[in-house]
């Protein structure tokens, strides 16, 4: 089956006129004509100078691409979601065809699309590579989470939309340090974050997407969730039996997908949760997965900012 798949996008690619070589895996002969060179986690790919049919293959992405005004064609969707983004509203998303998940693009799906450009991850599609750039110009950002402003950046590049992303980016920026001026004192208050997956609980660290919103802000974390003893700090493994490791000042609280949900609801009634601190005196807030989690960019880092302004209070 994977042989056909690759033998089908390899002869649409053929058919639409495409070749290349790896540097370069689509030439530069676009429909459009006119193109530009993006130089990315794989190498240099000539993608036109106005994209209009984008496929994305992360969730960062997807926000990315709304965030700069550009509604894809196709997205990839995380294995637990149900569907795309709903904090852009129903009508931004209604449009956008789904293409397999994020680890499994649907490589026929994509091709179906007949995109110009594909946005995607080292991290999470390496081993696509080389067939999704026969479909189509593929630019892919390096890592995922820890560097969502350079990825914000390097795939505005790649929309044509360099310097929107550079002043949205900024406009973040700015509104965080005015945020953590106003709480006063911020990196007093730790604040934790906990999120529930189907199969663990987990607290996350300093190098997380939300991780970085919060210092951005300069907000303090409990001493557990600065991962300091831990080479990977962007999230750790806590069991339901050490559930008083998750205390803060504030606990933020997310769940990834229903049967996540059925676990929080489980552990959140329990005594060991609401002997915290935190929940004893009403500062445990439930929001959004794929706001904390999934959205990775820069209006997803705006509506934590809404939380953080919504719930911890200033001094």
């Keep these: 089956m994977r042989r056909r798949v690759i033998a089908l996008v390899v002869a649409a690619a053929l058919g639409a006129g495409l070749t290349g070589c790896r540097s370069d895996p689509v030439g530069g002969e676009t429909a459009g004509g006119e193109t530009r060179t993006i130089t990315h986690a794989m190498g240099t790919t000539r993608v036109p100078a106005h994209p209009r049919r984008v496929v994305v ?71 696509f590579y080389d067939e999704l750039s026969a479909i189509a110009p593929t630019v892919f950002t390096e890592r995922v989470g820890i560097t969502w402003k350079e990825n914000f950046l390097l795939d505005g590049q790649a929309l044509g939309k360099e310097q929107e992303a550079k002043e949205l980016l900024a406009a973040y920026e700015k509104r965080a340090r005015e945020i953590g001026a106003k709480i006063g004192n911020p990196g007093e208050r730790k604040i934790s974050v906990v999120r529930f997956r189907p199969t663990e ?25 600065l991962l300091a003893n831990k080479a990977d700090k962007r999230f750790d493994a806590v069991s339901p039996e050490r559930i008083s490791e998750v205390d803060g000042d504030v606990i933020f609280v997310t769940a990834f997908g229903a049967k996540a949900e059925a676990e929080r609801s489980k552990v959140t009634g329990g005594s060991l949760w609401k002997n915290l601190s935190a929940v004893k005196a009403g500062r445990a807030y439930p929001v959004s997965d794929e706001i904390w989690m999934l959205g990775i960019g820069v209006t997803a880092a705006g509506k934590i900012l809404d939380d953080i302004e919504r719930y911890v209070p200033a001094a």
Excluded: H, M, N, W
């Excluded at 009508?91 to 594909?118: H, K, N, W």
């Excluded at 997380?208 to 969730?225: A, H, K, M, N």
């Design 57 to 127: 293959l992360d969730t960062d992405k997807i926000d990315t691409a709304l965030s700069l005004g550009v509604t894809p064609v196709g997205a990839a969707k995380a294995a637990e979601s149900e569907g795309f983004p709903t904090y852009f509203g129903a009508d931004r998303v209604a449009a956008i065809a789904p293409v397999g998940l994020l680890t499994e693009p649907d490589l026929e799906a994509i091709s179906a699309l007949q995109p110009d450009l594909i946005l995607g991850s080292k991290f999470r599609q390496e081993k």
């Design 201 to 225: 609980i987990r607290v996350y660290g300093p190098e997380s997407f939300c991780g970085i919103v919060l210092g951005d802000v300069g907000l303090g974390r409990p001493e557990r969730q």
